[in-house]
């Protein structure tokens, strides 16, 4: 721990407290601070997402019993929350990247865009995952 030192140069006898270092408590959430975790997390779970994208597509591959299994379980309300949940994340992930790649560019820094970009990343995501299974079940006349 450092001690402070008075006006004259010498040292105080009582000792500064400083943090070791910052911590998510010192600061405020921000919606680009939000985003960054979430791209972090999108990330992770497309790792799953896509072992069930193998599943499935292994399972058309062994036979008409095993694909009927598969999609029935992918028929499910559980099934339908993870299928979209899939679809969210491979799009919040997709739109997170381009956000990146436009920092990558030196582009977008000031505060005000790094926010307005921010927002559209998770707005974006949201519609256009709201377009897919709107037109999933438009098409297939309910979900």
């Known amino acids: 721990m450092a001690e402070a030192k008075s006006a004259s140069g010498a040292l105080a006898?009582?000792?500064?407290?400083?943090?070791?270092?910052?911590?998510?408590?010192?600061?405020?959430?921000?919606?680009?601070m939000f985003m960054s975790i979430m791209h972090r997390?999108?990330?992770a779970a497309l790792y799953f997402g896509t072992l069930l994208l193998a599943a499935w597509l292994v399972s058309a591959a062994i036979g008409p019993e095993a694909f009927d299994t598969v999609n029935g379980l992918f028929n499910t309300v559980l099934g339908k929350l993870v299928l979209i949940g899939y679809t969210w994340a491979l799009f919040n992930h997709a739109l997170g990247?381009?956000?990146?790649?436009?920092?990558?560019?030196?582009?977008?820094?000031?505060?005000?865009?790094?926010?307005?970009?921010?927002?559209?990343?998770?707005?974006?995501?949201?519609?256009?995952?709201?377009?897919?299974?709107?037109?999933?079940v438009a098409s297939r006349g309910g979900l």
Not at 15 to 25: A, G, I, M, T
């Open 97 to 136: 990247g381009i956000r990146h790649f436009i920092w990558d560019s030196i582009h977008g820094y000031d505060l005000k865009t790094v926010d307005r970009m921010s927002w559209m990343t998770l707005l974006g995501s949201l519609a256009l995952t709201g377009a897919v299974w709107g037109y999933v």
């Open 41 to 43: 997390m999108t990330g």
């Open 13 to 32: 006898s009582q000792p500064v407290e400083r943090p070791l270092s910052p911590h998510l408590q010192v600061y405020r959430m921000t919606i680009s």
